[in-house]
């Protein structure tokens, strides 16, 4: 059955995902499993694989077939270039955040800037920024201690320096430290909207990370703009990432905390995805 190992994951998973994605998973699992390039599976070398590589292909589909994320099974995915560890106690990195961090660095022109993160998962972000921005102190923060170990561990795999610490940010007391730029991509999925979700998101990726009660769906954004409206710098910006459908909401909680120079931002997508404000003193 695994004379041709491309043509059996086709089979396997031709039912659940689109041929798009079945090429994808192909490559991320030979890759994986048996250190094939691209290259190397276009030309068909893999007419040796081991028993052991086989038992883990098959193991891989089972997973995949259970709508279980292709990143999650790996334990690894790729992000703004660079490469991250992941477990199911952080959220998935996504390409709108990486649109994010391209629009933070775009901004951002002083010299050693100081850079928080709150709610940093993986560490992405002020990884991606630590890696790019040539300078400045970069903090991050998370309620969860297990997410911080797999931010802590992206760090040293992307041999940068990032200070993380542990915070509940709803419960934070100012601590007088003054940054440049604050950016959050907090939990802003609505209880209600968890039937319209897709099974892998919801069965697998952490709820802490994902949601926000009905009643109070801003929650984390307000809580973070009073943060950055105590401890920006003048001219100091604050970033987030938004539920597409919050976009005018966040944006009058912005102006009525008293930022200025508010701009939402589509993704590729065409999606209001993004909204930044400034602070003035």
């Not at 477990?87 to 649109?99: A, D, K, Q, Y």
């Not at 709150?118 to 300078?135: D, E, N, Q």
């Not at 100091?236 to 938004?242: C, K, N, R, S, T």
Request: aromatic share 8%; glycine share 4%; proline share 5%.
């Amino acid at each position: 059955m695994f004379e041709n190992p491309v043509e059996y994951i086709r089979t396997e998973l031709i039912e659940k995902y689109t041929p798009g994605e079945i090429r994808v998973f192909t490559s991320l699992i030979l890759k994986e499993v048996c250190n094939l390039s691209f290259s190397d599976i276009v030309a068909c070398k893999f007419s040796d694989l081991s028993d052991n590589e086989k038992q883990k292909i098959f193991h891989i589909l089972n997973r995949l077939k259970n709508n279980e994320p292709i990143q999650y099974i790996l334990g690894v995915t790729e992000f703004y270039g660079l490469d991250f560890k992941l477990s199911p106690s952080v959220l998935i990195p996504r390409p709108e955040t990486e649109e994010l961090i391209e629009w933070i660095l775009l901004e951002t022109k002083n010299l050693n800037p100081h850079v928080l993160d709150i709610g940093t998962g993986s560490g992405c972000i002020p990884i991606a920024l630590a890696k790019h921005m040539h300078g400045g102190t970069i903090e991050a923060w998370d309620v969860s201690d297990d997410a911080l170990d797999v931010a802590s561990d992206n760090a040293r795999i992307n041999n940068v320096s990032v200070l993380f610490k542990n915070v509940d940010v709803l419960q934070y007391q100012n601590n007088n430290k003054i940054y440049d730029v604050i950016v959050s991509n907090p939990p802003y999925i609505q209880e209600s909207e968890k039937e319209q979700m897709d099974k892998n998101v919801l069965n697998f990726e952490p709820n802490i990370a994902l949601f926000v009660p009905n009643e109070d769906a801003l929650i984390f954004y307000r809580r973070i703009a009073d943060i950055a409206k105590e401890q920006l710098n003048n001219e100091g910006m604050l970033y987030f990432e938004i539920n597409q459908s919050k976009g005018p909401e966040v944006a009058q909680l912005l102006k009525d905390k008293g930022f200025v120079n508010i701009e939402l931002k589509k993704d590729i997508s065409n999606n209001y995805r993004m909204i930044r404000g400034m602070i003035l003193r």
